[in-house]
C-alpha cells in the first residue's frame, strides 16, 4: 500500500511564494516518478512537474518553467512543490502523484498509479 499526504496550501496573495510537500509512505521501491498535477474549477488536471527520484532528472511542463520548482527530501521520502510569484490563475487543488515509470517520467495522469487527496492553493488579487 502506498500513501501519498500533500500539505502546505492555503491562502496566498498574489506576488507570494507557496512550498508544497507531499509525504510518500508505504512500498516505494518501484516508485522512481513522483509528479505534481493541479485542478483548476472547471479545467481538466494538468500536469506540471515530474521528478525522477532514482536519476533526478525533472520534466517540466511548459506552463510551469519559470516559476515552478520541484525537489525531493530522500530520507523524509517527501517531494515538494515550490511555487514563486503566484498568480490568481494559480488558483487549484495540487495533487501529488508516484507511479513506476521505469526511468521516465511523462505528466499525463494515466503514468501515475497513486494519488494524493490534493491541497488547496487560493491566490487572492
Known amino acids: 500500500l502506498v500513501q501519498l499526504v500533500e500539505s502546505g496550501g492555503g491562502s496566498v496573495q498574489a506576488g507570494g511564494s507557496v512550498t508544497l510537500s507531499c509525504a510518500a509512505s508505504?512500498?516505494?521501491?518501484?516508485?522512481?516518478?513522483m509528479a505534481w498535477f493541479r485542478e483548476a474549477p472547471g479545467k481538466e488536471r494538468e500536469g506540471l512537474l515530474a521528478?525522477?527520484?532514482?536519476?533526478?532528472?525533472?520534466n517540466y511542463a511548459d506552463s510551469a518553467k519559470g516559476r515552478f520548482t520541484i525537489s525531493q527530501d530522500n530520507p523524509k521520502n517527501t517531494v515538494s512543490l515550490h511555487i514563486e510569484s503566484l498568480e490568481p490563475e494559480d488558483t487549484a487543488r495540487y495533487y501529488c502523484?508516484?507511479?513506476?515509470?521505469?526511468?521516465?517520467?511523462?505528466?499525463?495522469?494515466?503514468?501515475?498509479?497513486?494519488w494524493g487527496q490534493g491541497t488547496q492553493v487560493t491566490v487572492s488579487s
Open positions: 502523484a508516484a507511479g513506476a515509470g521505469g526511468g521516465r517520467c511523462y505528466l499525463f495522469s494515466a503514468w501515475y498509479s497513486y
Open positions: 508505504g512500498y516505494l521501491t518501484n516508485l522512481d516518478c
Open positions: 521528478l525522477n527520484t532514482v536519476g533526478g532528472t525533472t
